[in-house]
């Protein structure tokens, strides 16, 4: 390939080639422009004395600077298709070269013609064309360099020929200027093209980060899975609508939670968990109504419904939704079966996370209710939502240490006939007033991250309000969830206890199944772990729910706690009673002890003793009291009396 010059050896790109033709074409036409003048001129200096055969070559050469000077417009060359352009390049190295020698023969025959002035004004154009053209193609060498020689060799050696006074100075002038201005051309030329490749180079930048922006965007709004929208795409659509004037016509938000996703995924593997997924997206996206949809996140999706509906309309489109999420989806041969609950509320408010809030709080009811319930969001659910938020604020803002109290409910040994352990139970206030029962504030704490302190607390007070080391009791405390998988807490524990002057194992650790369901194996170990420290373990509420018994052989237990609603049925139901024999006998068989809690008469005692419990708790052996009326009952001795057990 032919290339334009030295520096354009390796790069004779489309780019490179297109701005190296368009800077051509902002000089050359100026160029062309200067020889047509100066032709004209000096054939208007010669009229009166050169023959007419020689004057009119100025016309011809005239015409065609005048066409190559129109070829290389700006504008042409802007339109022109780059293997032309290429072409037009290559020729003009050519086209230059012929041109000047022309120029200067034409000008040289005219030379015996003139006066001594019309002679140097002969030298004086041929001159000034040349610097012109050399100058003007300066970052094209090549181009420049044939502009020089075809100049300079024949009118130095006519110079020289004629007998020119000062010829020899004359040509040497010629020479080294023209050398000089070469140079130049070189150096223009490199700049040319270091400007050039960096001005690519920053375009390619340029567009790289654009295409990564748009990339990163894509990635950060579309979901992986279903290849729909993400919770942010969702949230910034809302937001967006959020933004604009509340003309009534702001679209419903709906949020959808399948039920039933977990067993397909554990029954049928994580690939039909997925289809379910994408099918259930595209199943939302095909209804009538939906402006938008996306998967929050697990099997949790939302969806915006036309701000056209109203109430009606759209809890009729998301009886629709329902139904056609009901209908089966079939994979590998399976028939999968789903259904999901759906919390409605029309977007309205600051932002897309207040919506989100109702949305939610809905969904959270419907699910309550079961069944796919659809539930919209109302004004009863605001003023409860409210009051939540308000709780939720004193309970982030207080200090726990003065809005807490602990009651302490007495366990009791039947055969040894004493309370040998005490369970501390929280009460919290939001004003110092009114106390909430840990059903109403554990999942605010939980909200607020704020299990960990309170667990901590209730031990330290527990331990300094009951004093187990004086009193040789057994204090109970209950675990959060989160206190069984968060690092660190057994030694935390310990040492709390050792601080308090008291023994580990003076302290029973209660932990609900519920609470080590999320992540068994990351509880096991910290089970084992708070066992090294010394504390003993209960499984609180074993029986309520989906209990597993193999739990009870592979979970480092000291104690398993019978749910209260086991207790209720003891005295009437004779399958209740075989369940809970083989639970006790079971237990008895791995060293695990046995309690039973709620009991409230002395029929549903005698029931369980029957079956082989002796530690009992509920209301019939004493409600949660504070400290100081505990630890008199507890120092009373037996407190059978109290209780009417002989
Ligand atoms: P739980 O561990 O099963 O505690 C026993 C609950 O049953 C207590 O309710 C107690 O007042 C109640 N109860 C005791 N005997 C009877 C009875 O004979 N009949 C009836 N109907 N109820 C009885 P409370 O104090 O409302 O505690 C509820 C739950 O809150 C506790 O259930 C426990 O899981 C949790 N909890 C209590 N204190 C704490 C705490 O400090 N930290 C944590 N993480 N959870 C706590
Ligand atoms: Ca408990
Ligand atoms: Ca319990």
């Given at each position: 390939?032919r290339?334009?010059?030295r520096?354009?050896?390796?790069r004779?790109g489309?780019?490179f080639?297109?701005?190296?033709?368009?800077s051509?074409?902002?000089?050359?036409?100026?160029?062309?422009?200067?020889?047509?003048?100066?032709?004209?001129?000096?054939?208007?200096?010669?009229?009166?004395?050169?023959?007419?055969?020689?004057l009119?070559?100025?016309?011809?050469?005239?015409?065609?600077?005048?066409?190559?000077?129109l070829h290389?417009l700006?504008?042409?060359?802007a339109?022109?298709?780059?293997?032309?352009?290429?072409h037009?390049?290559v020729?003009?190295?050519?086209?230059?070269?012929?041109?000047?020698?022309?120029?200067?023969?034409?000008s040289?025959g005219?030379y015996?013609?003139?006066?001594?002035?019309?002679?140097?004004l002969?030298?004086f154009?041929?001159a000034?064309?040349?610097?012109?053209?050399?100058?003007?193609?300066?970052?094209?060498p090549?181009?420049?360099?044939?502009?020089?020689?075809?100049?300079?060799l024949?009118?130095?050696m006519?110079?020289l020929?004629?007998?020119h006074?000062?010829a020899?100075?004359?040509?040497?002038?010629?020479?080294f200027?023209?050398?000089?201005l070469?140079?130049?051309?070189q150096?223009?030329h490199?700049?040319?093209?270091?400007?050039?490749?960096?001005?690519?180079?920053?375009?390619?930048?340029?567009?790289?980060t654009?295409?990564?922006a748009?990339?990163?965007?894509?990635?950060?709004?579309?979901?992986y899975?279903t290849?729909?929208?993400n919770?942010?795409?969702?949230?910034n659509?809302?937001?967006?609508?959020?933004?604009?004037?509340?003309?009534?016509?702001?679209p419903?938000?709906?949020l959808?939670?399948?039920?039933?996703f977990?067993?397909?995924n554990d029954?049928?593997?994580?690939a039909?968990?997925?289809?379910?997924l994408?099918?259930?997206?595209?199943?939302?996206?095909?209804?009538?109504?939906?402006s938008a949809?996306g998967?929050?996140g697990?099997?949790?999706?939302?969806?915006?419904f036309?701000?056209?509906?109203?109430?009606?309309?759209?809890?009729?489109?998301?009886?629709a939704l329902?139904a056609?999420?009901?209908?089966?989806i079939?994979?590998?041969?399976?028939?999968?079966?789903?259904f999901?609950?759906?919390?409605?509320?029309?977007?309205?408010?600051?932002?897309a996370?207040?919506?989100l809030?109702?949305?939610d709080?809905?969904?959270?009811?419907?699910?309550?209710?079961?069944?796919?319930a659809?539930?919209?969001?109302?004004?009863?659910?605001e003023?409860?939502?409210q009051?939540?938020?308000?709780v939720?604020?004193?309970?982030?803002?207080?200090?726990?240490?003065?809005?807490?109290r602990?009651?302490?409910?007495?366990?009791?040994?039947?055969?040894?006939?004493r309370?040998v352990?005490?369970?501390?139970?929280?009460?919290?206030s939001?004003d110092?007033?009114e106390w909430?029962?840990?059903?109403?504030?554990?999942?605010?704490?939980d909200a607020?991250g704020?299990?960990?302190?309170?667990?901590?607390?209730v031990l330290?007070?527990?331990?300094a309000?009951?004093r187990?080391?004086?009193?040789g009791?057994?204090v109970?405390?209950?675990?959060a969830?989160?206190?069984?998988?968060?690092?660190?807490?057994?030694?935390t524990?310990?040492?709390?206890?050792?601080?308090?002057?008291a023994?580990?194992?003076?302290?029973?650790?209660e932990?609900?199944?519920?609470?080590?369901?999320?992540?068994p194996?990351?509880?096991?170990a910290?089970?084992?772990a708070f066992r090294?420290?010394?504390?003993?373990?209960?499984?609180?509420?074993f029986?309520a729910?989906?209990s597993?018994?193999?739990?009870?052989?592979d979970?480092?237990?000291?104690?398993?706690?019978l749910d209260?609603?086991l207790v209720?049925?003891?005295?009437?139901?004779?399958?209740?009673?075989?369940?809970?024999?083989?639970i006790?006998?079971?237990?008895?068989q791995?060293g695990i002890?046995c309690?039973?809690?709620?009991?409230?008469?002395?029929?549903?005692?005698?029931?369980?003793?029957?079956?082989?419990?002796?530690?009992?708790?509920?209301y019939?052996?004493?409600?949660?009291?504070?400290?100081?009326e505990a630890?008199?009952?507890?120092?009373q001795?037996p407190?059978?009396?109290a209780?009417?057990?002989?």
């Amino acid at each position: 390939m032919r290339c334009y010059g030295r520096h354009w050896q390796q790069r004779g790109g489309d780019a490179f080639t297109i701005a190296y033709a368009r800077s051509v074409s902002h000089r050359a036409p100026l160029l062309y422009l200067a020889v047509i003048f100066n032709v004209l001129l000096v054939a208007w200096t010669f009229r009166a004395r050169a023959p007419l055969a020689m004057l009119l070559v100025a016309p011809v050469i005239v015409v065609l600077a005048a066409s190559r000077a129109l070829h290389w417009l700006p504008d042409r060359v802007a339109t022109r298709p780059v293997d032309q352009l290429r072409h037009d390049i290559v020729a003009m190295q050519r086209l230059g070269g012929w041109g000047a020698l022309i120029f200067v023969a034409w000008s040289l025959g005219l030379y015996p013609y003139g006066d001594p002035g019309q002679r140097e004004l002969l030298h004086f154009v041929i001159a000034v064309t040349m610097f012109a053209a050399i100058l003007g193609m300066a970052h094209a060498p090549e181009t420049a360099v044939r502009l020089a020689l075809a100049f300079t060799l024949p009118w130095s050696m006519f110079v020289l020929a004629t007998g020119h006074a000062d010829a020899v100075a004359i040509s040497l002038a010629q020479v080294f200027v023209t050398a000089i201005l070469l140079t130049m051309t070189q150096v223009q030329h490199r700049d040319f093209v270091r400007l050039e490749l960096s001005r690519q180079l920053l375009a390619r930048r340029e567009r790289q980060t654009a295409e990564l922006a748009s990339a990163h965007y894509r990635q950060a709004t579309v979901d992986y899975l279903t290849g729909g929208r993400n919770r942010r795409a969702i949230l910034n659509g809302l937001e967006e609508h959020l933004a604009g004037p509340d003309d009534g016509m702001r679209p419903w938000l709906a949020l959808f939670d399948l039920d039933g996703f977990k067993h397909v995924n554990d029954t049928y593997g994580h690939a039909a968990g997925d289809h379910v997924l994408r099918t259930v997206n595209g199943r939302i996206g095909a209804m009538p109504g939906v402006s938008a949809h996306g998967r929050l996140g697990g099997d949790e999706f939302a969806i915006l419904f036309d701000g056209a509906f109203d109430r009606e309309a759209v809890l009729a489109a998301a009886r629709a939704l329902s139904a056609a999420i009901r209908e089966p989806i079939l994979y590998n041969g399976a028939t999968l079966r789903l259904f999901g609950s759906i919390g409605l509320h029309r977007a309205q408010g600051a932002s897309a996370s207040t919506c989100l809030e109702r949305a939610d709080a809905a969904l959270y009811k419907a699910k309550e209710q079961g069944d796919g319930a659809i539930v919209a969001f109302g004004e009863a659910d605001e003023v409860a939502l409210q009051r939540r938020i308000t709780v939720m604020r004193q309970f982030n803002a207080c200090a726990l240490e003065d809005r807490l109290r602990l009651l302490y409910q007495p366990i009791f040994d039947c055969r040894e006939n004493r309370v040998v352990s005490i369970e501390a139970l929280a009460r919290w206030s939001p004003d110092g007033i009114e106390w909430q029962a840990p059903g109403e504030f554990l999942a605010i704490a939980d909200a607020t991250g704020r299990t960990g302190e309170l667990t901590r607390l209730v031990l330290a007070r527990t331990l300094a309000e009951c004093r187990p080391w004086l009193t040789g009791l057994e204090v109970s405390i209950n675990l959060a969830a989160r206190d069984v998988v968060r690092e660190g807490m057994a030694e935390t524990m310990a040492a709390i206890v050792v601080d308090a002057g008291a023994s580990p194992s003076s302290v029973m650790l209660e932990v609900t199944e519920r609470a080590l369901q999320h992540d068994p194996k990351r509880a096991t170990a910290q089970l084992l772990a708070f066992r090294e420290q010394g504390f003993r373990i209960a499984l609180d509420d074993f029986g309520a729910g989906w209990s597993s018994l193999s739990q009870l052989r592979d979970l480092p237990l000291d104690r398993i706690k019978l749910d209260r609603e086991l207790v209720g049925a003891l005295a009437t139901d004779p399958g209740a009673r075989a369940v809970t024999g083989m639970i006790v006998a079971l237990a008895w068989q791995l060293g695990i002890g046995c309690s039973i809690e709620g009991v409230e008469s002395e029929a549903q005692a005698e029931a369980a003793r029957a079956l082989g419990i002796h530690l009992m708790q509920g209301y019939h052996f004493g409600r949660p009291e504070p400290a100081a009326e505990a630890l008199r009952v507890y120092a009373q001795g037996p407190a059978a009396s109290a209780v009417g057990i002989g």
